[in-house]
């Protein structure tokens, strides 16, 4: 479900945030074959790694076009939209705002360039940079952005439409020519997938701190943040894009290029719980690992117990390695209603005041009486997990033990990840056994840091724990030009009360390239 800023919440807790990945990204070159259908069976794929918005843009050889919408990918598109969308190349998206606010201005790919040279882009990842390539942007035009050949100044307050900016900066610079010096001065986390009317590109920053990989098809190649969107389009796994590494894909094949020296840096938190547990991260599957951490949690933190549950979806594969490395009985607790998906209306007080479970409900029978082993992937702020606890007490459980297959998380991210601010995430202020008595628990476990990377099979150098550890593997600048919001100042929000008819609101003309919104467009921009 989802609050009415569209922001996920939990499904005990109405308004609980879950932690979100910044984005999902797709792309296909290959002539002959539906891209526009393969792209959205992609994202569809890749949904779990951003739910606020959606768009696919694609290109014959001489037209691009975008059509994009605030919603989850099947929101936003019927089989009339993507029949809009012919060619033989595209690029997709599904959105989590990490920096920008959430609206259809913002929703990606974003657009640069002229009506005879286009430039459709899509981000996952978040720079840490974004306010020096704001004043970088602004130099190049004079110190006027809304002259930039793309959607800065126009209402887009994101990272991605700086970049977008800068690589169209010079109409009289090749895209290609364009990115190599544009990607070295990008900091953060960054895994693009863009095009023009003729080339598909990948770009993946030098750290790898986000997913990328490369498929082919029959026909032709895939790029996507996943392996699991590479499998839903039939497409075989080739390699990943390597960090530091630019891809090019055309009639003439496929070409690489290096813009910078890899330093991996791989985000540690995606083997944890952002990645799909059927997908694979630099040779190592991510159920795999999450098994594993659950086999180690066990032998750090055993308990005398009837029952090891997991808290649903994210817990069962570390339950499933509890429950084999202790011996205690796998079993579910707890019932999911798979047919309930995102909702915009919240929860009246009276409603709260139930208890609304709108996605989980306990099995009494199973849980009365029992000593219950409850594995979840984090904890956060807390909330998610008392609500829990008492739930399961109030079902009949004789004790409640909460054991959690990462350290704690005490340090926010700047990479791609949307946590809470520091001084919301509960282990910041309290030691282990006072987080234990808040949510409520008899017993609490965290799994070591050395464990949790000894899990995902890589070495402890290429890894970034910055939320558990707080070292940071990217220098941050200083706080004032870091967050999600560091764009909305430059460019204020537009009146959300001020009358536009659907067409003002729902297509951005940019430069003679037309954007589409579905109808709902221009009511998803002004909702509240």
């Keep these: 479900m989802a609050r009415a800023d569209g922001r996920l919440s939990h499904d005990l807790l109405p308004g609980e945030r879950l932690p979100q990945d910044a984005c999902g990204v797709f792309g296909v070159w290959a002539p002959g074959e539906e891209v526009a259908k393969l792209t959205y069976f992609g994202l569809y794929a890749l949904q779990h790694r951003g739910q606020e918005a959606a768009g696919i843009a694609t290109s014959d050889g001489r037209r691009l076009v975008v059509y994009k919408d605030i919603g989850l990918v099947s929101q936003v598109f019927d089989e009339s939209a993507l029949a ?15 920096t920008g606010r959430n ?9 640069g360039g002229t009506g005879d040279h286009t430039v459709a882009l899509t981000h996952n990842g978040n ?21 930039s050949r793309g959607e800065v100044g126009r209402g887009n307050t994101t990272d991605t439409a700086i970049v977008t900016g800068l690589l169209t900066a010079d109409e009289d610079v090749p895209l290609e020519q364009a990115a190599l010096r544009v990607l070295p001065q990008l900091r953060g986390a960054f895994s693009l997938v863009f095009c023009d009317e003729s080339t598909l590109y990948a770009a993946r920053d030098p750290q790898g701190v986000r997913p990328l990989v490369l498929g082919r098809l029959e026909r032709g190649w895939v790029v996507a943040s996943e392996t699991a969107a590479l499998d839903i389009v039939g497409a075989s796994v080739v390699r990943e894009v390597e960090p530091g590494e630019l891809i090019a894909i055309d009639e003439n094949g496929l070409r690489t290029q290096r813009f910078a020296e890899p330093a991996p840096k791989r985000c540690v938190f995606e083997w ?9 991260i630099a040779g190592r599957q991510v159920y795999d ?3 594993e951490m659950g086999r180690r949690l066990a032998r750090e933190h055993p308990v005398e117990a009837d029952l ?5 979806e994210s817990g069962t594969p570390a339950a499933i390695g509890y429950a084999e490395a202790s011996g205690i009985p796998f079993g579910h607790g707890l019932v999911k209603n798979a047919y309930v998906g995102r909702t915009f209306i919240a929860p009246s007080q009276t409603i709260r005041q139930l208890g609304i479970r709108l996605k989980l409900n306990p099995l009494r029978d199973v849980i009365k009486g029992k000593r219950l082993v409850v594995v979840d992937d984090s904890i956060v702020r807390g909330n998610t997990q008392r609500a829990l606890v008492r739930m399961l007490r109030e079902a009949g459980a004789a004790e409640v033990h909460v054991r959690i297959s990462s350290p704690p998380v005490r340090w ?10 520091r001084a919301e995430l509960i282990a910041t202020g309290l030691d282990i056994d006072s987080v234990c008595a808040s949510i409520g628990a008899d017993s609490l476990g965290y799994i070591s840091e050395e464990s949790m990377v000894e899990a995902t099979a890589q070495d402890r150098s290429s890894l970034c724990t910055a939320c558990f550890s707080g070292h940071y593997p990217i220098e941050l600048p200083e706080e004032g030009r870091l967050g999600k919001d560091v764009l909305e100042l430059q460019f204020p929000v537009a009146d959300p009360q001020s009358p536009a008819s659907a067409d003002e609101v729902g297509t951005l003309d ?12 221009a009511a998803a921009v002004r909702r509240p």
Excluded: K
């Excluded at 609206?103 to 657009?111: D, G, I, K, M």
């Excluded at 944890?272 to 694979?280: C, G, I, W």
């Excluded at 990479?415 to 601010?421: K, L, M, N, V």
């Design 84 to 98: 809009s969308l012919q060619g033989h190349l595209a690029v997709g998206h599904c959105r989590y705002s990490t």
């Design 103 to 111: 609206s259809w201005e913002n929703a990606q790919p974003t657009l």
């Design 127 to 147: 720079l840490i940079n974004t306010a020096e390539l704001r004043d970088l942007l602004a130099q190049s035009h004079g110190g006027d952005l809304s002259t």
């Design 272 to 280: 944890v719980y952002l990645a799909r547990p059927d997908t694979t």
């Design 289 to 291: 690992a999450r098994v």
């Design 308 to 312: 090891v549950m997991p808290t649903p």
């Design 412 to 421: 926010p991210c700047f990479y791609g990840i949307d946590f809470a601010t």
């Design 510 to 521: 940019v430069d003679r390239v037309r954007s589409s919104a579905s109808a709902g467009g």
